[in-house]
Antibody, heavy 120, light 109 residues
Framework: QVRLVQSGAEVKKPGASVKVSCVAS????????IHWVRQAPGQGLEWMGI?????????HNAQKFQGRVTMTRDTSTSTVYMELSSLTSEDTAIYYC????????????WGQGTLVTVSS | EIVLTQSPGTLSLSPGERATLSCRAS???????LAWYQQKPGQAPRLLIY???SRATGIPDRFSGSGSGTDFTLTINRLEPEDFAVYHC??????????FGQGTKLEIK
C-alpha cells in the first residue's frame, strides 16, 4: 500500500537549520510529485513547495520560503528531503509531505507529519 | 495569489443533521483544481473531494462537493460521529501556487 513515512520530531535553536525526510513506498516514486505543507499550532495548512522526484520541473518553493527552503530527492531510496534554514519561533509547526499525481493538483496521500520545535 | 476564505469558522451540529461548509475564493478557480480535506486531531489531512465534486477512494457518498467560479461547497448529509473534524479547502491557481483555506471546525452540538 502507499506509504509516506517521515522522520521524527526535532528541536532546534533559532538560527539553525532542520532537515526532514519523507520515504515513499508502495508506488512508482518518480510518477508523483511530492509537496511539503506545514501547520503551525492551532492554525491552518500552509503550502511550502513542490519537488518532482523524477527531476526537472516543477520544483518550486512558495515565495514566502524562497532562499530558506531546499528540497532534494534520492531516487535510490525513494526519499525526499526538505531543509529549512534560519529557523525562528514562527517556524514551529508540524511539517507534512504529501503526494500529487502529476498535474492533478491535489494531494491524495500524506505523511504522518514531523513536529519541528524552534526554541532557545 | 488566490486567497480562500472558509465559513463558518466553527459549525455546531448534531449527528444525523446536514452540514454545509463554504469556501470562497478571491478570484475565479478552475473547478478541476479545487479539493477538500478532512483532518482529525493528531492526524494528517485526508483527501475527501477533488476536482470540486469527485469523491476520493473510500469516501462515503454522504460527502459531496459542488460549486464553480469563486464559490464552492462541501455538504455532509446525515452526520456520523466520525465526521466531526476540521475541513480544509485547497486550490491550485497556476504558476505552481497552491493555497488552503483557514479551515472549518465541525463540532458536536
Amino acid at each position: 500500500q502507499v506509504r509516506l513515512v517521515q522522520s521524527g520530531a526535532e528541536v532546534k535553536k533559532p538560527g539553525a537549520s532542520v532537515k526532514v525526510s519523507c520515504v515513499a513506498s508502495g508506488y512508482i516514486f518518480t510518477a508523483y510529485y511530492i509537496h511539503w505543507v506545514r501547520q503551525a499550532p492551532g492554525q491552518g495548512l500552509e503550502w511550502m513547495g513542490i519537488i518532482n522526484p523524477g527531476g526537472g520541473n516543477p520544483t518550486h518553493n512558495a515565495q514566502k520560503f524562497q532562499g530558506r527552503v531546499t528540497m532534494t530527492r534520492d531516487t535510490s531510496t525513494s526519499t525526499v528531503y526538505m531543509e529549512l534554514s534560519s529557523l525562528t519561533s514562527e517556524d514551529t509547526a508540524i511539517y507534512y509531505c504529501a503526494r500529487e499525481l502529476r498535474q492533478t493538483c491535489y494531494f491524495d496521500y500524506w505523511g504522518q507529519g514531523t513536529l519541528v520545535t524552534v526554541s532557545s | 495569489e488566490i486567497v480562500l476564505t472558509q465559513s463558518p469558522g466553527t459549525l455546531s451540529l448534531s449527528p444525523g443533521e446536514r452540514a454545509t461548509l463554504s469556501c470562497r475564493a478571491s478570484q475565479s478557480v478552475n473547478s478541476r483544481f479545487l479539493a477538500w480535506y478532512q483532518q482529525k486531531p493528531g492526524q494528517a489531512p485526508r483527501l475527501l473531494i477533488y476536482a470540486t465534486s469527485s469523491r476520493a477512494t473510500g469516501i462515503p457518498d454522504r460527502f459531496s462537493g459542488s460549486g464553480s467560479g469563486t464559490d464552492f461547497t462541501l455538504t455532509i448529509n446525515r452526520l456520523e460521529p466520525e465526521d466531526f473534524a476540521v475541513y480544509h479547502c485547497q486550490q491550485y491557481g497556476g504558476s505552481t501556487l497552491y493555497t488552503f483555506g483557514q479551515g472549518t471546525k465541525l463540532e458536536i452540538k
